[in-house]
């Protein structure tokens, strides 16, 4: 069979530390967030699991900046998937979005580019709100941190906190829908779980069927086509 | 207090003068809350808007030192308006007792002053007589002849004139009003700087309690008495009462507060050079070389101090035990006696300067913080051989060589700092404000090596009793006698003992008396202080909860026949004398023996008997028993007039209070021109200075979350954070004038020293116009010195003048100038 | 019990700081221990405000007058809110509300998150960092327990403060308000009564609120309702999220992407 190399060891590797530190995340926040479930663990685990978010927090945020500062070049150039201009596939993809989630046997989606419509959007969501998460949850941290000593306002502290709880609702659904699709629960994208845990290879029957356009390039070109 | 705390809720008008209720003594508001709830008037008289200015209807600010400004304006006020009780002066007061017709007073001088002395001659200032009245040896007064009564002169009294119309010129009520002529409102408000229409507004609310049935009552505290006149202070407020009919009466009175936990106590059992227990005088090495001149010079002719013989006989026998009996005059010749020196507190500093005193025990006192002039107080203790001082902290006074200014090496002192326990680590007695004498529990045991006062006297009296028995030396039996036997088996000081001696008991049996009625002048009884004595009665019992110092009922009803509820609460402690909670009582009805306020009454006459909801103060009982008929109106008897006196010879610096201006002063007298109290002792020490250099008044003060020298509230973290640093009141003026905001470091100064504290610009402390100037006061709270704990600061003590009251040497901690100014960086 | 509540009255208090201190004492709660831990203030309110090991402060305001001032006294301490802020904000559940009213922060439970401190519309609890929890007045819950009253109530010398149940408080606060109008403090007013759906501490404040430094009408702070409010539309969201998931992979099953028509792309 042929393959296509969608991503490089880069990206994986991004991915690996944002999925683990994510769920992390989530889990240590939940125990914050839900008394019932505080209310289970001893003051002690708490102040681990506070000090595992914090952690995790620092992963998930300086992972990607580091990444920023070694290679802007590729950041920018990732980044620029994201801005190019809506064509009538992209559209057309979204209206048909939600029928397709519900009856894909039913509903032939268009053909997309390197990045789905949907996945911009989304993708859009979660780093923007992921930024929200950050700002907010440094404010929080610093806030009551006995080495730094400052004092934030009651009223910026209480926006602060619901900015953080509003992105992790927003970011909390994304991230369901993320490994719904993206880890193949869904059945037409069963397998896509490797192009991230995996070595990053889509096979080019999967290819043309998620991203026909991006495919049709790297088939032409034949850089990043290997035989396996 | 000639009343009591509860009685404050009786009040129609509760005026605070030299004194700051709310904040000193917090309980006190609860009872002037009760009285408020009644519709009460709560007027508060200081320089300073305090916690109780806060609180009250009426506030006006007055400088420092001129009460009498105040009070003799109210007087006059008083009399041109005729708002004075007017049975009451002419039943119960001397007002109409002729006066000697060469009495007279010119210019802030009263006649028979000698400038060279600084001392008055009293002979002008009797009163004028008609024919004498010895005593009755026969009949009331047969009690001399008994066997083992000392032999002695009786007194004769002489019966004075009186014009009953109070028209008389040399009236005393004529010679009062005509001294208050000059104390105009105008001149009242110029000197003290009150408002006029302030003034006016209190003087007419607290005069309202002139009319019959209406009472007002006095709070003060060392604002009034600490000054060089502070005894005229206080007597100006007994006349005002006087005036009003206020004396004797519920809600009425003049109500000291007293500063201490048990300084009424201290004072009860004399703690004090000039007298001996129970307010009599202490011997005189001059003046009563023997027993019988201390009985024929200390007794009055008349009144129920006549009665002291017995009391002194009963406190000798007591002292002195089987030794003291009629052949040696009771050991009379043992007891010690002032050499006619002056040892009050600053003239015993001056003999330390200049060493003639060697050594200073201290109990409970730290005079290097508490002393006026207290540096100079620190450089006299450096010439003492010894020192003991018994406390509970290691105060400045213990540890003087390590003042700022002082230099260690040079002193010679031996410094012995013994631990003492504090008020619940000991059981005891201790009397209120009010008299109250009310028993102690012990809580806890004293840390470490930490020992009640009682114990530490005990061994130092058994020691040297041992050392006098060995070595003898000069008059050993003075030490040697002295009754000690209040031992417990385990050789310890049983208190409840010693309590039993102080009630008194009859020496033959060892019973105790009821009360100091059933004292004797002929060795038979024994007693530690009479006024105590009925406190502790219970002959089955040494528990003191059996006692009455021990008693605990709290509730109010009648003493006989009247609805209870006005607060006398007879069973719960002993208040003296007699368990008598308000002194002069008979005066709180007309002569016919109808209360003022029937609403209110302590005492009705029916026409057969007194009803009573107190102890009665006059003779309400003949010898058989029946009840006496009014009007029996001698409501004053421990005065030889059996009136209460608006004019008063006993008082050093003159009859009548007349304003004079604290020593130093920013303003000239505008009442005469003498310009200070003319009977005052000034020494060099005092270093006064003058308003061209020191044009600031000040004043110390106390505050509620520290305590006296600081020794005890600066050691203990809860109280230092409530208020955790000196500091300087003054006013956003003064502030503004010296470019200083609060927080700023300020130097403050004058003849005696310099220290700093820290800014607090507020408005509760205005400038003053006075005579037409402006002055400024500022005030600083005095519990703050070098050593202790959690919080040190400047003494303010070391500004205070050591100069002090023509009767009683108090010094002038209240009114005294300054110059203050923002310390450089 | 019944709920219960402290009464202060203003027009009573001097301002001793007796209860400032009793509740230290009570509470064992410490002060700095040596000088130059100590800060001057300029006033006589020592310290200015609340903090984890102190937990009732007397508050001092003054307004000037032709003579003297007008100077105006408050306790502040946590008011014991029906509809408390701190309760909400709590995201492990350390603070209740008992059934006398008292609002408890439950030390045992506290992590010190300080989401309490920022909820508080009068801003009382406060965090000690040596301990990392947040501590403020729990109404003597132990001495309630033993029959006894507050300490602060306990020690008052002049009957500022009374304490009792809820209902005969709100009535003695009433009859003291109408006695201090009597009296000519025409700005009195009670406080406490329906504030944050009725408080259990009331108070008499005899010159108006503002004059002794209570706040007006105060509420939960709305950002503080707003977050809250995430709680239970997140979990909406998330389930909704599941919810629609779960039938999405139940219509995809048996989807087998090579029975569909590829040639669709053709003919595109």
């Not at chain 1, 995996?198 to 991203?211: F, T």
Request: proline letters at 5%; a negative charge; one cysteine or more.
């Amino acid at each position: 069979m042929q393959y296509i190399q969608r991503h490089g060891k880069h990206a994986r590797t991004v991915h690996w530390f944002h999925t683990i530190s994510c769920i992390s995340l989530f889990i240590t926040g939940l125990f914050l967030y839900v008394p019932a479930f505080a209310g289970a663990l001893s003051v002690d685990t708490l102040q681990v699991g506070r000090l595992v978010h914090r952690i995790a927090a620092a992963i998930f945020i300086g992972i990607p900046l580091i990444g920023i500062l070694v290679k802007p070049s590729a950041t920018a150039h990732k980044l620029k998937e994201y801005v190019t201009p809506w064509t009538s596939e992209d559209k057309e993809f979204m209206k048909k979005f939600l029928k397709y989630m519900f009856s894909p046997k039913t509903t032939h989606m268009p053909k997309q580019g390197r990045v789905k419509s949907g996945q911009k959007l989304a993708d859009g969501a979660i780093i923007i709100f992921s930024i929200l998460i950050a700002i907010s949850g440094a404010f929080m941290w610093i806030n009551v941190s006995p080495a730094l000593d400052v004092d934030f306002s009651q009223g910026l502290m209480r926006s602060m906190y619901f900015l953080h709880d509003g992105s992790m609702i927003v970011l909390g659904v994304l991230l369901i829908a993320h490994i719904f699709l993206g880890g193949g629960i869904f059945q037409p994208y069963r397998g896509s779980w490797r192009l991230m845990f995996g070595n990053g290879k889509v096979s080019v029957a999967d290819a043309k069927y998620h991203w026909g356009f991006w495919a049709d390039e790297e088939i032409k070109s034949g850089k990043n086509v290997t035989e396996e | 207090m000639t009343n009591h705390w509860v009685d404050l809720k009786n009040s129609d008008v509760v005026l605070a003068i030299g004194g700051n209720n709310a904040e000193n003594h917090p309980i006190s508001m609860k009872w002037v809350t009760e009285a408020r709830k009644n519709g009460a008037k709560y007027i508060v008289v200081d320089p300073r808007f305090t916690r109780s200015a806060a609180v009250s209807d009426l506030y006006g600010p007055l400088r420092s030192g001129t009460d009498i400004a105040f009070l003799g304006g109210l007087y006059n006020y008083i009399f041109e308006n005729k708002l004075y009780h007017e049975e009451y002066v002419k039943n119960y007061t001397n007002a109409s007792w002729l006066v000697n017709p060469d009495y007279g007073f010119d210019d802030g001088l009263f006649s028979g002053y000698d400038e060279a002395g600084r001392k008055y001659d009293k002979a002008t200032w009797q009163y004028d007589t008609e024919g004498e009245t010895p005593w009755d040896t026969e009949g009331a007064f047969a009690w001399v002849n008994k066997p083992g009564t000392p032999a002695f002169t009786t007194p004769i009294g002489k019966t004075p004139k009186k014009d009953e119309t109070l028209s008389d010129p040399n009236c005393v009520f004529q010679l009062m009003k005509k001294h208050y002529e000059r104390y105009t409102p105008e001149i009242a408000s110029a000197v003290s700087g009150m408002p006029i229409d302030r003034m006016m507004e209190i003087w007419e609310t607290y005069a309202s309690t002139g009319q019959p049935g209406k009472a007002g009552t006095i709070m003060y505290a060392m604002g009034m008495t600490q000054h060089t006149y502070g005894s005229q202070n206080v007597r100006a407020m007994a006349v005002l009462q006087l005036l009003l009919g206020n004396m004797g009466m519920p809600g009425g009175g003049v109500n000291a507060l007293r500063g201490e936990s048990n300084v009424q106590g201290s004072t009860d059992m004399a703690m004090l050079f000039h007298i001996i227990p129970a307010y009599m005088a202490t011997p005189n090495a001059t003046k009563h070389k023997v027993l019988r001149d201390y009985l024929e010079k200390e007794t009055p002719s008349g009144g129920y101090w006549t009665n002291k013989p017995k009391f002194f006989i009963s406190l000798l026998k007591e002292m002195y035990g089987d030794y003291a009996t009629a052949a040696n005059n009771y050991a009379f010749d043992m007891m010690p006696k002032l050499n006619g020196k002056n040892h009050s507190h600053i003239a015993m500093f001056e003999a330390m300067n200049e060493g003639t005193v060697k050594g200073l025990f201290l109990w409970g006192q730290n005079p290097a913080v508490g002393g006026p002039n207290c540096s100079m107080e620190r450089n006299a203790m450096e010439k003492l051989d010894w020192m003991v001082a018994v406390d509970l902290w290691e105060t400045e006074t213990a540890s003087f060589w390590k003042a700022p200014t002082i230099d260690p090496s040079t002193i010679d002192t031996e410094v012995f700092l013994l631990p003492a326990a504090c008020h619940y680590e000991k059981q005891g007695s201790i009397s209120n404000s009010g008299r109250w004498i009310q028993w102690r529990w012990k809580a806890v045991d004293p840390p470490g090596d930490a020992m009640d006062d009682g114990e530490i006297c005990t061994e130092i009296v058994h020691a040297l009793k041992d050392l006098y028995k060995a070595e003898g030396g000069a008059l050993p039996e003075a030490i040697t006698e002295l009754t000690w036997d209040y031992m417990d088996e385990n050789d310890h000081l049983d208190i409840t003992k010693l309590a039993r001696a102080i009630n008194g008991y009859t020496v033959a049996d060892g019973k105790v008396v009821a009360n100091f009625t059933k004292l004797a002048a002929d060795g038979s009884t024994a007693c530690g202080n009479w006024l105590f004595s009925g406190y502790w009665t219970n002959e089955d019992s040494m528990d003191p909860a059996d006692q009455p110092t021990g008693a605990r009922d709290n509730t109010d009803p009648t003493r006989k026949g009247l609805d209870g509820g006005m607060g006398s609460h007879l069973g719960w402690s002993f208040c003296w004398p007699v368990n008598r909670r308000i002194i002069y009582n008979r005066a709180s009805c007309d002569p016919a023996g109808n209360p003022w306020n029937p609403d209110k009454p302590l005492f009705k006459w029916t026409g057969s008997e007194w009803l009573s909801n107190d102890v009665p103060d006059f003779g309400n009982k003949a010898a058989d028993g029946t009840e006496t008929k009014p009007p029996n109106s001698t409501a004053f008897i421990m005065l030889p007039e059996g009136n209460a006196r608006l004019f008063a010879q006993g008082m050093a610096d003159g009859p009548f209070p007349e304003h004079y201006e604290p020593y130093e002063s920013p303003a000239t007298n505008a009442l005469s021109s003498t310009q200070n109290d003319p009977a005052v002792v000034v020494w060099e020490s005092a270093s006064l200075g003058t308003k061209d250099k020191f044009p600031i008044v000040m004043s110390t003060y106390r505050l509620t979350e520290h305590w006296q020298t600081g020794g005890m509230t600066r050691n203990l973290p809860w109280l230092v954070e409530t208020m955790p640093k000196m500091f300087i009141e003054l006013s956003q003026e003064l502030a503004d004038d010296k470019g200083i905001e609060s927080g700023d470091s300020v130097v403050i100064e004058n003849n005696r020293g310099a220290i700093t504290a820290l800014a607090m610009v507020t408005n509760r402390f205005k400038p003053f116009t006075i005579n037409g100037e402006t002055v400024h006061q500022v005030g600083t709270p005095w519990h703050w010195s070098y050593s202790s704990g959690c919080s040190i600061g400047g003494s303010a003590n070391d500004l205070t003048p050591n100069v002090g009251d023509a009767n009683t040497m108090i010094p002038e901690y209240k009114a005294f100038l300054v110059d203050i100014r923002k310390e450089e960086v | 019990m019944a709920e219960m509540a402290i009464f202060y009255d203003s027009s009573k208090c001097t301002a001793c700081k007796g209860c400032q201190v009793a509740c230290k004492q009570w509470n064992q709660l410490p002060s700095p221990l040596t000088a130059d831990k100590f800060e001057y203030t300029k006033s006589y309110q020592s310290p200015l405000e609340t903090n984890p090991d102190t937990w009732v402060i007397m508050t001092f305001d003054e307004v000037d007058q032709d003579i003297g001032v007008e100077w105006n006294f408050m306790r502040r301490a946590c008011f014991h809110c029906t509809d408390a802020a701190c309760l909400q904000a709590c995201p492990v559940g350390a603070i209740s509300k008992r059934d006398n009213g008292a609002v408890v922060i439950d030390s045992e439970k506290c992590i010190g998150c300080q989401y309490c401190t920022n909820a508080c519309p009068f801003d009382i609890p406060k965090w000690k960092e040596a301990d990392n929890k947040t501590r403020k007045c729990w109404l003597c819950q132990d001495r309630l327990a033993n029959g006894r009253q507050p300490a602060c109530v306990t020690t008052c010398p002049t009957g500022a403060l009374t304490f009792g149940e809820r209902t005969e408080m709100v009535a003695t606060a009433k009859t003291a308000l109408d006695e201090a109008k009597a009296k000519g403090f025409n700005d009195a007013e009670v406080y406490g009564v329906d504030e944050l759906d009725g408080m259990h501490v009331l108070f008499l404040a005899h010159r108006g609120l503002e004059a002794h430094g209570l706040i007006r009408d105060p509420k939960v702070p709305d950002m503080i309702e707003l977050w809250q409010l995430l709680k239970p539309l997140g979990g909406a969201a998330f389930a909704a999220v599941i919810g629609g998931l779960g039938i999405s992979y139940l219509t995809g099953i048996g989807y087998k992407r090579e029975e569909t028509d590829e040639s669709e792309e053709v003919q595109k």
